[in-house]
């Protein structure tokens, strides 16, 4: 599968903005998804991976951001609110094989989108 990542941008503090993560291929709704974000001098870390059943959030983002998919369009979004300084970084899209369970280190992750930059401003 490939994955194009969309939505970034510049945004005050406060603000919103929505990413999206389009897919190719037919099977999109066999895999999980994950988001990750890297900042300058930083590692790459996890936003939200999803299960079948649900969604783990990082702490840094829970009651925020929210992901969701849409399996018709092959695409997965994650809707971000109350956008702080912080959370400036590359935003990642990834997707993995199968499985009904939370996959939380970036190596579970088997297809990544090119990423797309995500700049707050105080």
């Known amino acids: 599968v490939q994955l194009q990542a969309s939505g970034g941008g510049l945004v005050q503090a406060g603000g919103s903005l929505r990413l999206s993560c389009a897919a190719s291929g037919r099977t999109f709704s066999s895999y999980t998804m994950g988001w990750f974000r890297q900042a300058p001098g930083k590692e790459r870390e996890l936003v939200a991976a999803a299960s079948w059943s649900g969604t783990y959030y990082a702490d840094s983002v829970k009651g925020r951001f929210t992901r969701s998919r849409d399996n018709a369009k092959n695409t997965e979004y994650l809707q971000m609110n109350s956008l702080r300084p912080e959370d400036t970084a590359i935003y990642y899209c990834?997707?993995?094989?199968?499985?009904?369970?939370?996959?939380?280190?970036?190596?579970?992750?088997?297809?990544w989108g090119q990423g797309t930059q995500v700049t707050v401003s105080s």
């Open positions: 990834a997707a993995a094989n199968g499985g009904n369970r939370y996959r939380k280190e970036a190596l579970e992750y088997d297809y």
